[in-house]
C-alpha cells in the first residue's frame, strides 16, 4: 500500500478550536515534512445552540459527535478535540491515539480592571456553565453570585467587559492559547479549584482500524500527558461517565510517579468529598479508578445513586 500523502483533520470552527487544532497539526508537520494536512471545519450541537445549557442539550458529548460520526464515515482521518469534552466511553470504532504536551490545567478568574476574587465586592456575579467551578467558587467566597453564562472565551471575556457579569472563570490554557493570557487576574492553585478532567489536554481521535494513521500521530505523543490524562478519565469512568453532579480530578507526573487528587459535592455544594491517590504511572488507570472509589466510600455513592436513579 502506498504511504499517505494526506491527512484530513476535522475540528470545530470556533477561534480556540482552530487554535489547538494548529498547534497538533504544526507538530505533525515539524515530524512529517512530506505529509499534507486538510483542516475541515465540522459544525457541532453544542456550536449550532450556544447559548442553551449544556445540561439541556445532551451534556459531555456536545461538542464532539459530529466529529466522530465524520471519522466513522470516512470523511476525515483524524479528529482533533479539546479532552475535557470526549466521553469517557468514546465511540465504538474509534480510538485516542495521541496525546500531544498538555497546556496549563489550572483555572483563571477574568475580571474588568484585574480584581482577583478576594477583592471582588460582597454580592460580584460571577459566570460560569460549569457546576464544578460554581461550587468551589462558593467555597472560596460565600458571599459571591454564581450565574450561567454560555459562548467561547472571547463572548464571555466580552460579557465581563460590558458589566454582564463581574467576573468569568475560564481554563488558562484557553487564554494561553488565544494569546490572551494577561486577562487572568489571578490563577487558581489545583489545590483551591480542582480542574475538569482533561482540562488543558488535546487528543487526537482516529479509527480504531487505521494503524497507519495511528503510527503517523505517535511521535507527538507525550507519555506523562497520556498518563495523567488516562488516570483522570478512570476517575470520571468510575463515577458513571458524564456524571451530573459538581467533581473535578487533575493527576501530575513526576518521574515514574503520578499523584491525583478529587473532588465530588452534591448540586447545592453542601456536602463535599476530597481525596488524593499515588503510585506509578503504569498503574494510571488503576489510581484513577481507586481515588474515584474513595470517594464513593466516604459517602459521595449516597447522592451519585440519587442522580443516577432519576
Known amino acids: 500500500m502506498a504511504a499517505r500523502e494526506t491527512l484530513v483533520a476535522g475540528t470545530r470552527g470556533s477561534r480556540l478550536a482552530l487554535a489547538q487544532s494548529e498547534l497538533a497539526l504544526q ?136 458589566g454582564q457579569y463581574d467576573a468569568t472563570v475560564l481554563a488558562v490554557a484557553g487564554l494561553e492559547r488565544l494569546g490572551v493570557r494577561e486577562r487572568a487576574a489571578e490563577v487558581f492553585s489545583v489545590d483551591a479549584m480542582i480542574p475538569a478532567a482533561g482540562q488543558g489536554a488535546l487528543v487526537l481521535q482516529v479509527r480504531a482500524d487505521d494503524k497507519e494513521a495511528a503510527a503517523l500521530l505517535l511521535p507527538i505523543d507525550d507519555a506523562d500527558t497520556r498518563h495523567s490524562c488516562q488516570a483522570e478519565r478512570a476517575f470520571l469512568a468510575r463515577l458513571g461517565g458524564g456524571c451530573r453532579l459538581p467533581f473535578g480530578v487533575v493527576a501530575e507526573v513526576d518521574g515514574e510517579e503520578l499523584r491525583i487528587r478529587g473532588f465530588i ?38 447522592f451519585v445513586e440519587a442522580v443516577e436513579a432519576r
Open 27 to 162: 507538530a505533525l508537520r515539524d515530524v512529517h515534512p512530506r505529509l499534507r494536512f486538510e483542516v475541515r471545519e465540522i459544525r457541532t450541537e453544542g456550536d449550532r445552540r450556544p447559548d442553551a445549557s449544556l445540561a439541556t442539550i445532551g451534556g459531555q458529548g456536545v461538542f464532539v459527535k459530529e466529529l466522530e460520526a465524520a471519522l466513522l464515515r470516512r470523511e476525515i482521518d483524524i479528529a482533533i478535540h479539546s479532552l475535557k469534552d470526549v466521553p469517557a466511553q468514546p465511540a465504538i470504532g474509534l480510538t485516542l491515539a495521541c496525546f500531544p504536551q498538555r497546556g496549563d490545567a489550572r483555572d483563571a478568574l477574568v475580571t474588568r480592571g484585574g480584581r482577583t476574587l478576594a477583592e471582588l465586592p460582597s454580592g460580584a456575579r460571577i459566570g460560569t456553565g460549569s457546576s464544578r467551578r460554581a461550587v468551589q467558587l462558593r467555597q472560596l467566597r460565600p458571599d459571591v453570585e454564581t450565574a450561567d453564562i454560555r459562548g467561547n472565551v472571547d463572548t464571555r471575556i466580552r460579557k465581563v467587559d460590558e
Open 265 to 302: 459535592s452534591d448540586a447545592p455544594g453542601d456536602r463535599t468529598f476530597r481525596a488524593d491517590a499515588s503510585g506509578s504511572v503504569a498503574e494510571a488507570a488503576a489510581i484513577g479508578t481507586r481515588l474515584a472509589e474513595q470517594l464513593l466510600d466516604q459517602g459521595a455513592a449516597e
